[in-house]
């Protein structure tokens, strides 16, 4: 005869039983088929006549079956897998949503009007409290930099009656500049430093910071308070999902901003998978007692993810901030500046990569790119002192952050150690009209805005917005046909494309938006693809993507977005 307290264990353990037996049930009938005309699996468009056309989300998430059935679908649509942003920042493209929005001005006049349209739209900024802020000027269109004031002479902001008094700053198109107003620089000390790895623009007067000098600035700027964020993040990511990005890489987010992340990334409102690079709250430093805010969060269909840090080597080629080897061809004086001298920057790669870190660098002129591969070089032995160099970077995966202009001799170096690219194919089309003037032809032809010639390379595409519009299918377009998305056209109106040999098929321009992100971001099988046991992410059109003209490219748009299995999109 069993004894009672046998009886209450084997009770207990049947009671466990049908609990665990319950749970699965309740998983299982949760799971969720969805069918569709076709499905792209990856970043191969070749599809049979039998290819899959139906797949089953599981309740956490994820693909737990992917098949084919006969002559039924919900929907007639086409799927893809759920496109990354290589490269982007979230908080910054929010706010510019809630900000003065300077891209594609065409003169000083038409940015003026915009600022002054803005500030009546909201009368309660400009105050100390709040400044009014904005993006995306380029003095290319101006014929020369902004003034705020100018002594003798007619001011740019403070000459307009709404805008006097007002404190203002507008980022540059490339966000390596600020023009701000004189009420801003009131605050200023009368004597400005000079700032190493900066530039004050004082021709024709005083207003525009760049790079480093822009700190003088900021530090007096009264940064958005946490609800304030919150509302970036969420403005951003729904715009996110209207063009079917479903993750990004967040090219350089602070401390504390990845803390707001934390917090944010259980709620309804993140509904973007965000793979964070670390940028201390004093750039290019090493914190190592930040490193652990957030590091390979464990769950395998985290939001959230970050085990890499961002350093900067240089500023942008528009204003000829990016760190060249010889002089501009347009500014014969300037070859640019470095951020950080060489020897920081490899002390800070080594001490990174010496706590598992991945380092990314931002590097877009042929010094600063030669300056991140040695500094990468140095890395790989504090890294991995029984590997190869190679090997090495097999596991930790080091990347440069735009790899715009590269000199072939660092061209081959990058290959024999296989550091990724992460690049922008839309800077090119934006750049075209200027690049070939600042760097001459020869630099241009040998060494800049390389795709093709990168591809063994696997290199991540994106668009670094709000720089760029964050449309993957912009970038596609340009990929393909080093077009702007923009016109359609190449340089100067023409129809050919700029430098076309650099062009990428549809295939390799998808795979630099879906799986090598997701091998960047050590999400290989995960993210970026459609199969069993990846991320549930899915992006849905209206017509295969490979039948499309490549001309159609830049204005599709996507008809829903999901996200772990969950819709966050759909267009009306």
């Known amino acids: 005869m069993l004894s009672a307290r046998t009886l209450c264990f084997l009770s207990s353990s049947i009671i466990a039983a049908l609990i665990a037996f319950a749970a699965t049930f309740s998983q299982k009938s949760s799971a969720k088929t969805y069918c569709y005309k076709s499905i792209t699996l990856d970043s191969d468009l070749a599809k049979t006549d039998k290819a899959p056309n139906c797949f089953t989300v599981s309740a956490d998430g994820?693909?737990?079956?992917?098949?084919?059935?006969?002559?039924v679908y919900v929907e007639k649509s086409h799927v893809i897998p759920g496109l990354w942003d290589g490269h982007g920042h979230l908080l910054q493209y929010g706010e510019l949503l809630q900000s003065v929005n300077l891209f594609g001005?065409?003169?000083?006049?038409?940015?003026?009007?915009?600022?002054?349209?803005?500030?009546?739209?909201?009368?309660g900024l400009g105050t100390s409290k709040e400044w009014i802020r904005g993006v995306g000027w380029d003095q290319a269109a101006f014929g020369r930099y902004p003034i705020a004031i100018a002594n003798g002479t007619k001011a740019d902001l403070e000459a307009d009656s709404e805008l006097k008094g007002k404190k203002i700053m507008i980022d540059r198109i490339d966000v390596h500049c600020i023009w701000v107003s004189q009420a801003v620089l009131d605050l200023l000390p009368n004597a400005l430093p000079q700032v190493p790895g900066g530039e004050i623009i004082t021709n024709p007067g005083p207003g525009v910071f760049c790079d480093n000098a822009m700190d003088i600035v900021l530090q007096y700027w009264p940064k958005p308070n946490k609800e304030k964020k919150t509302e970036f993040v969420k403005a951003a990511m729904q715009e996110l999902n209207k063009v079917g990005l479903?993750?990004?890489?967040d090219a350089g987010v602070t401390p504390s901003d990845l803390r707001l992340y934390k917090e944010l990334a259980d709620t309804d409102i993140w509904t973007v998978r965000v793979y964070a690079m670390l940028e201390c709250e004093t750039r290019n430093t090493f914190c190592e007692e930040d490193a652990h805010i957030l590091r390979q969060e464990d769950g395998k269909g985290s939001l959230l993810k970050s085990r890499s840090v961002k350093l900067f080597?240089?500023?942008a080629l528009g204003s000829w901030g990016s760190a060249m080897i010889e002089p501009?061809?347009?500014?014969?004086?300037?070859?640019?500046?470095?951020?950080?001298?060489?020897?920081?920057?490899?002390?800070?790669?080594?001490?990174?990569?010496?706590i598992g870190y991945q380092v990314n660098i931002h590097a877009i002129g042929d010094l600063a790119n030669r300056l991140a591969i040695d500094a990468m070089g140095d890395a790989y032995d504090v890294a991995c002192p029984h590997l190869s160099a190679k090997?090495?970077?097999?596991?930790y995966r080091f990347r440069i952050e735009h790899a715009q202009i590269i000199h072939p001799d660092d061209q081959e170096r990058i290959f024999h150690l296989g550091i990724i690219p992460s690049i922008q194919p839309t800077h090119a089309t934006s750049d075209f009209p200027y690049a070939e003037d600042?760097?001459?032809?020869?630099?241009t032809q040998t060494e800049a805005y390389r795709m093709r010639s990168l591809l063994s390379l696997n290199p991540v595409l994106g668009s670094d917005f709000p720089v760029e519009p964050p449309n993957p299918f912009e970038g596609i377009f340009a990929a393909v046909t080093r077009k702007s998305p923009k016109t359609g056209m190449g340089k100067n109106g023409n129809?050919?494309?700029?430098?076309?040999?650099?062009t990428l098929s549809l295939s390799e321009a998808l795979r630099g938006f879906t799986t090598a992100p997701a091998h960047a971001a050590f999400m290989d099988g995960q993210a970026g693809i459609i199969r069993k046991g990846a991320f549930a992410d899915w992006v849905v059109l209206d017509s295969p993507l490979e039948s499309l003209d490549p001309d159609q490219l830049r204005d599709l748009q996507v008809k829903a977005t999901w996200v772990k299995g969950r819709q966050v999109y759909r267009r009306t």
């Not at 479903?246 to 890489?249: A, D, E, L, S």
């Not at 090997?391 to 596991?395: L, S, T, V, Y």
């Not at 129809?495 to 040999?501: A, I, K, L, P």
């Open 62 to 71: 994820l693909f737990s079956r992917v098949f084919y059935r006969n002559g």
């Open 105 to 123: 001005v065409q003169s000083l006049n038409e940015a003026i009007e915009r600022i002054r349209s803005y500030t009546r739209q909201h009368p």
């Open 246 to 249: 479903v993750g990004m890489h």
């Open 313 to 315: 080597a240089d500023g």
């Open 328 to 354: 501009y061809a347009d500014r014969p004086s300037m070859s640019g500046s470095l951020l950080v001298n060489a020897s920081t920057l490899s002390s800070l790669a080594r001490t990174w990569a010496g």
């Open 391 to 395: 090997d090495c970077q097999r596991e």
């Open 438 to 443: 600042r760097l001459g032809k020869e630099r």
């Open 495 to 502: 129809e050919e494309g700029w430098y076309t040999e650099e």
